[in-house]
């Protein structure tokens, strides 16, 4: 299932930059008490790491060759993009690092819970079943669905720092029992074959260099007539790749989210059914007649706030609140507070907020289209 060549896992070596650059700071409050934390020689090298594969490579120029390049190091990219965007992302959005669906008046984090839910219902989790949470971020969504559901939850992620923080938030809330987070790759995962009753991803397998592969370990590592759902992320059948605009958009998506190859929905559905699964839903969810669309926390819209409460998420996400975000974080790095690269990974994500958007309104994207689907009883 998975690709001739991948990348070569070393979690030493991983444990030894995450604890140079990161320090004690998985111990802060999320947001910037943890971002000015960071060691300034290891944050540069995470920014050119990570930055080698977007700079001097436009839309316009675009070469399979370049999108193979980001494929073979889809690890140490994805790695290195969540090494610099994190906190910015627990400052900015919260613990759950995903879109969502708006109902009349509801609130952002109501929502962003109300979407997590409904997977967990449309997969039909329950108490004691052994769960896999593969990409599980700082661990938002697993703490929830554990909390909804009663499954015991093993979140998987790649970045050691995010494991460190979702170890602590889970104790924290008092979930150590029920939650637990390893470290690994899920192109090729340690896990014993038929070892989980379910599992999910919300957003996550799209940094994946091709969905086959991942799709494949998840059929592998799942019991038979196991379930697994999934958030993707995907182009949808209108994107056209000969078209420049398009192609800046996805190429913008990429570069702010940390994506070595996003591909087109039937893609996404060729790919679960090649991984051997029996698809028994899907849709996009983005093509639901909401009022409220998923994009508009990012679009900087307060006509379209649920709550009163949502003000300063939305705020940050508006052109003014994203420039003095930029002018704040350019200021620290002068006088040397927040480490060198801090402000161009904002920037980088600001791009990303803005195609997202212009994705979104366009329908060339979504990031929630809904696949259930189940390993069949027969399979090995």
């Known amino acids: 299932m998975a690709p001739s060549a991948l990348e070569v896992e070393d979690h030493v070596r991983d444990a030894a930059f995450n604890k140079a650059l990161h320090g004690k700071s998985a111990a802060e409050r999320a947001g910037f008490a943890s971002m000015l934390k960071k060691d300034k020689k290891a944050?540069?090298?995470?920014?050119?790491?990570?930055?080698k594969h977007w700079e001097n490579k436009a839309a316009k120029d675009e070469t399979q060759e370049t999108r193979?390049?980001?494929?073979?190091?889809?690890?140490?990219?994805?790695?290195?993009?969540y090494n610099l965007a994190t906190d910015l992302y627990e400052y900015g959005w919260g613990a759950s690092f995903h879109f969502c669906r708006f109902a009349y008046g509801e609130p952002f984090y109501q929502a962003i819970a109300r979407h997590e839910h409904y997977l967990a219902h449309q997969m039909q989790l329950r108490d004691n079943m052994q769960v896999l949470d593969v990409g599980c971020g700082v661990g938002g969504p697993a703490r929830e669905i554990s909390k909804f559901s009663g499954a015991n939850i093993t979140g998987l992620n790649n970045n050691d720092y995010q494991i460190e923080r979702a170890t602590r938030y889970?104790?924290?809330?008092?979930?150590?029992?029920?939650?637990?987070?390893v470290k690994g790759d899920f192109m090729q995962m340690s896990f014993a074959d038929n070892t989980f009753d379910a599992v999910y991803a919300i957003e996550a397998t799209c940094h994946a260099p091709r969905l086959e592969g991942v799709y494949g370990e998840i059929f592998r590592?799942?019991?038979p007539g196991g379930v697994f759902g999934v958030y993707e992320w995907l182009m949808t059948?209108?994107?056209?790749?000969?078209?420049?605009q398009h192609r800046e958009i996805r190429l913008g998506i990429e570069q702010g989210?940390?994506?070595?190859?996003?591909?087109?929905?039937?893609?996404?559905?060729?790919?679960?059914?090649a991984a051997g699964f029996e698809l028994e839903f899907h849709e996009d969810l983005a093509e639901?007649?909401?009022?409220?669309?998923?994009?508009?926390?990012?679009?900087?819209d307060f006509s379209m706030m649920g709550s009163i409460w949502d003000f300063l998420t939305v705020a940050r996400m508006t052109r003014w609140g994203r420039g003095a975000i930029h002018r704040f974080v350019k200021g620290l790095e002068i006088v040397g507070?927040?480490?060198?690269?801090?402000?161009?990974?904002?920037?980088?994500?600001?791009?990303?907020?803005?195609?997202?958007?212009?994705?979104?309104?366009?329908?060339?994207?979504t990031p929630m289209y809904l696949m259930v689907a189940r390993k069949p009883v027969s399979a090995k």
């Open 237 to 244: 059948e209108n994107y056209d790749n000969s078209n420049q």
């Open 68 to 81: 193979e390049a980001r494929k073979a190091e889809y690890a140490t990219l994805t790695r290195h993009y």
């Open 288 to 300: 639901r007649p909401d009022k409220t669309p998923w994009y508009y926390p990012l679009a900087g």
């Open 43 to 51: 944050q540069e090298e995470a920014v050119n790491e990570y930055f």
């Open 221 to 223: 590592v799942l019991k």
């Open 170 to 181: 889970a104790a924290k809330e008092g979930l150590a029992h029920k939650l637990n987070f």
């Open 337 to 365: 507070i927040a480490p060198k690269g801090t402000q161009k990974t904002a920037d980088s994500l600001a791009v990303a907020a803005d195609n997202l958007v212009l994705g979104g309104k366009l329908k060339l994207f």
């Open 257 to 273: 989210d940390g994506i070595s190859n996003m591909v087109k929905i039937s893609e996404g559905l060729a790919a679960i059914k």
